[in-house]
């Protein structure tokens, strides 16, 4: 008769005995196989499978405590210091029984092994539901493991919380690391706009909402606005350039869109990005109302009454002469167009408030090596990590 227990770590034979088994049929083991409630040995073999399972539960959760001391030991293990709550440590036990269900296969130098933990980490946080496929990819796995896998997501409701949590704490360092780059004394004035904190943003669109879910860097008006184009139902427009009122071409920093309404209303956040040491002046404001004045004049756009427009100028400071002429921030507002001056501080803090009943609950605090692990995972290939690490001198 077959056990039927998942217990790919463990080779066994398991014996129920009792003298009441000697006249055992046929139709018996038939039943007894299909664990048929009415019948003795049915019940027998249903409660004999319950017992081995929770026997090798108990034994797979010792091997396991074994394999992460001696993770933590080898310095391999991803997580460090004692959890920050209940939701991360349920994390980390069932990160535990994920890694150990795949111990075989972390081979290789500390440095590798260390990677591979890394990204069995990231897999649970990011994409639960997908995990097993990742991780066949990564250490091709066996049918009896591919299978507990499967049974682990589908068993275990908190891998969609770990996955929310995730992205709450990576949001909540993002911000941390913003901070530091654009508000620390040698960051603000060593920062790049293109090729640092454009490239950053891209990935971060939530910062200027979480309904905006596409974006375009660094393009000419022209091309942005021939990218609405398409969207214009029922008219045919033609490609040809926009121009500022001056004459010449722009270029946006950002683009973002969104869809709301099902469907019928579009909306586009033009975002112009200055270097944190600029102080927004009106030569500043004068640059984002031409790019809005080019956009709702235009023969093409200006009769589309199903899309608005946004234009945000975002720096560190404001002069007082803008201050003073547009206290509240907004430049114009209508039902077409908003045109709004705004820090980055007030940005941040308008995140930070969104996210904090999440960061309350989770008990969460960023600090300055998340936010360089953060930057080293998510923005690496916009260089900044050097820019959040102190300078010898500073520490002295």
């Known amino acids: 008769m077959l ?11 398991a014996h129920v005995l009792w003298d009441r088994f000697a006249n055992l049929t ?30 090798f539960r108990d034994q797979e959760r010792e091997l396991t405590r074994k394999l992460v001391k001696q993770w ?73 493991q591919k299978e507990r ?21 990576d949001r909540i360092d993002a911000l941390n690391t913003l901070r530091t780059l654009l508000f620390e004394f040698d960051s603000r004035y060593t920062l790049r706009e293109k090729d640092q904190l454009h490239r950053m943003l891209e990935k971060e669109l939530w910062i200027f909402e979480d309904e905006y879910t596409r974006s375009v860097s660094e393009i ?42 099902a469907g019928k209303t579009r909306q586009h956040l033009v975002v112009e990005l200055k270097r944190p ?18 956009v709702l004049t235009d023969e093409r756009y200006r009769h589309d009454e199903q899309t608005r427009w ?21 430049v114009k507002k209508d039902e077409r167009v908003t045109i709004r001056i705004i ?11 969104r996210l904090r009943k999440q960061q309350e609950r989770l008990n969460y605090a960023s600090d300055q090596t998340r936010s360089i692990d953060y930057a080293q995972r998510v923005h690496g290939d916009a260089d900044v990590v050097t820019l959040l690490t102190p300078r010898a001198d500073d520490s002295a």
């Open 220 to 261: 000419g008006l022209t091309n942005a606005l021939n990218r609405h184009v398409p969207r214009l139902e029922g008219r045919t427009v033609p490609q040809q350039r926009v121009q500022l009122h001056h004459g010449t071409s722009g270029r946006l920093d950002l683009l973002l869109s969104a869809v709301s309404g």
């Open 149 to 169: 896998l499967e049974d682990l997501v589908d068993r275990t409701p908190l891998a969609n919380l770990i996955a929310a949590n995730a992205e709450t704490v």
């Open 26 to 55: 046929d139709h018996d083991l038939l039943e007894g196989e299909f664990e048929h409630a009415d019948s003795l040995l049915g019940a027998t073999v249903k409660a004999a499978r319950t017992r081995l399972r929770s026997y």
């Open 72 to 144: 933590i030991d080898e310095g391999v293990y991803p997580y460090s210091g004692e959890p920050a709550g209940p939701v991360e440590v349920a994390e980390r036990e069932t990160f535990n029984e994920v890694a150990g269900l795949v111990s075989r296969q972390l081979k290789g130098p500390r440095g590798a092994r260390r990677t591979q933990m890394v990204l069995l980490r990231e897999a649970l946080r990011r994409q639960p539901a997908a995990m097993p496929k990742v991780l066949d990819e990564l250490f091709g796995l066996s049918a009896p």
């Open 3 to 13: 056990a039927q227990i998942q217990a790919p770590d463990f080779h066994f034979t």
């Open 277 to 294: 040491r600029t102080v927004l002046s009106e030569a500043e404001v004068a640059q984002i109302n031409s790019y809005a004045f080019a």
């Open 310 to 330: 946004e234009f945000w100028l975002v720096g560190n400071s404001i002069s007082e002469e803008v201050q003073w002429q547009h206290p509240d921030g907004y």
């Open 343 to 353: 820090t980055w501080g007030a940005v941040i803090d308008a995140c930070e408030e």
